[in-house]
């Protein structure tokens, strides 16, 4: 079946730590996108890439960095200075559709400060 | 930024009962989509209106568009205990490759036996 897997599910970071989140998709989409959620909240987006070798800062990508080497692969590394990263991030991808792209989500991954 | 805003924030019914859930927005879009999201899990599409259309169905959503209020509503009708869900507007303004969501705040809707 094709979808969209992040990886790890739940993932704790040490102060001055950088952590890596994992999504991969085999849905051949050339979009993929990384979101912020925070509890109650809605999502926000922190990074995007359209093609591979390619992406664009969201509304919140300060402390936070990406890589598209891949398009399958679009990982996302939570940096030391985002001081407040705990949060559940969630990945999505999309594919050029001329009636509107809609997004295809994984499950996320929770990240936690220990 | 958050594009769309979601009114009620919660919403609690009765298995059988309709539940409605409304999303203002504020720019001018391309189309709206809706989207649920049951607890822990990731976000899964729903339906999706362009900014020409007035009222689309889906099985048993019926989603409707109000360009001029900039607004759209969402109706379930004959809810049952798995709608239990929050369910998440979104707005998109562009097109194809320059198309981004911004999302809502969502509702959360209990549906009880």
């Known amino acids: 079946d094709g979808g969209i897997t992040q990886s790890p599910k739940y993932l704790f970071r040490k102060e001055g730590q950088n952590v890596t989140l994992s999504c991969e998709q085999n849905?051949?989409?050339?979009?993929m996108y990384w979101y912020r959620q925070d509890p109650g909240q809605g999502l926000r987006l922190i990074y995007y890439s359209q093609i591979v070798n390619d992406f664009q800062k969201g509304d919140i990508a300060e402390g936070y960095s990406v890589s598209r080497e891949k398009k399958e692969s679009f990982p996302l590394t939570v940096t030391s200075a985002q001081k407040n990263p705990t949060a559940f991030y969630l990945c999505?991808?999309?594919?050029?559709?001329?009636?509107?792209?809609?997004?295809?989500f994984g499950d996320g991954t929770r990240l936690s400060i220990l | 930024s958050q594009q769309g805003e979601e009114d009620p924030q919660a919403l609690s019914i009765q298995e059988g009962e309709n539940a409605t859930m409304n999303c203002s927005y504020k720019?001018?879009?391309?189309?709206l989509q809706w989207y649920r999201q049951n607890s822990g899990r990731g976000l899964v599409h729903l339906i999706l209106i362009r900014s020409n259309e007035r009222e689309k169905h889906s099985g048993r959503l019926r989603v409707t568009l109000d360009t001029s209020k900039k607004s759209s509503s969402l109706l379930i009708t004959a809810s049952r205990a798995a709608d239990t869900a929050s369910y998440f507007c979104a707005t998109a303004q562009g097109a194809g490759t320059a198309s981004k969501l911004t999302f809502g705040t969502g509702t959360r809707l209990q549906v009880t036996l």
């Open positions: 720019t001018s879009i391309n189309n």
């Open positions: 999505a991808s999309s594919k050029d559709d001329p009636g509107g792209r809609t997004q295809h």
């Open positions: 849905l051949n989409h050339d979009a």
